[in-house]
C-alpha cells in the first residue's frame, strides 16, 4: 500500500510537471505567433495594404490578451500592437482624404478617435482631430458644386465645429448662402472669416471675404441702379464701401444720392471720385464729375461752388453745357 501512494505521487508530479512544461510550450507558440501576426502588419502597412495591416495587428493583440502579462515580452507586444492598429486607422483615413473618399476616410478617422481613447494614444486622437474638419469642408465643396447649398452649409457648419477658426470653411458657407440669396447670412459668415484670418494672420482669408462680400453688394446695387431704382441701390452700394471701393462705385452712389434728393452726400462721393482720378485723367475725362458736380451744388442753392465746378468741367463733350451754365444760368463772375 505503501508503495502504491508512493508510486501514486510520482505519478501525479511526473503529469504536472508534464502540464507546467505544456502549457509553457503553448505559450511561447502563442507569443510566436503573436509576434508573426505583428510583423505581417508592418509588412502590409509597408505595403500600403491598411485592411491587412489592421487585422493582422488586431490579431495580434486578441492572441497577447490571452496570455499572461506576467509572460516576458507580452505586454510590450500588445502595447505595440495597439499603438500601430491606432496608426494605420489614422494613416489610411489620410490616404483615403487624398483619394477624395470621404465618407470612408471619416469612418476611420473616427475609428482613430475610439481607439486612441481606448489604448491612451492622445497624439493620434489630436492628428485625427485635426484632419475630420478637413473631410467635412471637402464635403462641404463638393456639394457645392453639385448645387446643393442646403447640404453644403450644413457641412461647412460640421467643419467649423471641428475648427472655429477654419476662415476658409466660412468662406464656402458665405458663398453658398450668396447662391441661395441669403445677403445677411452671407455677410455673417463673411465677418466671421476676416476676424479670424486678421487674428491669425492669414491674409489671403480676409481679402478673399471682403473681395466676396464687396461683388455681392456692389452687383447688387448697380443692378438696382440700372432698373433706375434708386433707393433700393443706395444700401448695397454703401455696404460695398465697408469691404473695398473704387471711383465707380463712389459714382454710382453720387447718382443714387442725386436722383433721392441727397445732394450732401452726392457731393461727397462725387468729390471722392474727382479726388482719385485727378493727376490720372485727362481735363476732358474729370469733366463729366466736375458737371455732375455742379449739378449738385446748383441743388443745394450753392452758386460759388457750382460755378468753379462747372468752369472745371469745360473740357471736351461737357465744354458746350458748362459754359451755358456759366454764362446764362447762373451768371457767374
Known sequence: MVMDWKLKSAFFLLVGFFMIGLSANINAQDLNEAKRAIKKGDQEKRAENYEEAIA??????????????DEPGVTELKVAAQKKVTKSHLDYANDLLKQEKHDQALKHYQKTLELADKYDQSSYAEKANTNIPKVYYAKGKN??????????????????????????????????????????????AVKQAMEIGEQSGQSNVVNTARTLAYKVFYNEGAKALKAKNYQKAIDPLEKAT?????????HYLAISYSQTGNFEKAVEQEQMVIDAKKGEG????????????????????????????????????????????????????
Open 282 to 333: 485727362s481735363q476732358a475725362e474729370l469733366a463729366k464729375y466736375y458737371y455732375n458736380l455742379g449739378t449738385f451744388y446748383e441743388a443745394l442753392d450753392q452758386k460759388a461752388n457750382a460755378c468753379e465746378a462747372y468752369k472745371n468741367a469745360t473740357y471736351g463733350d461737357y465744354k458746350a453745357n458748362a459754359e451755358y451754365k456759366i454764362k446764362h444760368t447762373l451768371k457767374c463772375n
Open 242 to 250: 465697408q469691404y473695398n471701393g473704387n471711383e465707380t462705385l463712389n
Open 56 to 69: 493582422a495587428f488586431e490579431n495580434c493583440i486578441q492572441i497577447t490578451e490571452q496570455l499572461s502579462s
Open 143 to 188: 456639394h457645392s458644386s453639385e448645387g446643393k447649398y442646403e447640404e453644403a452649409i450644413g457641412f461647412f457648419q460640421q467643419a467649423i465645429e471641428g475648427d472655429p477658426d477654419y476662415g476658409w470653411a466660412y468662406i464656402r458657407m458665405a458663398q453658398a448662402h450668396m447662391q441661395l440669396g441669403n445677403t445677411d447670412r452671407m455677410e455673417e
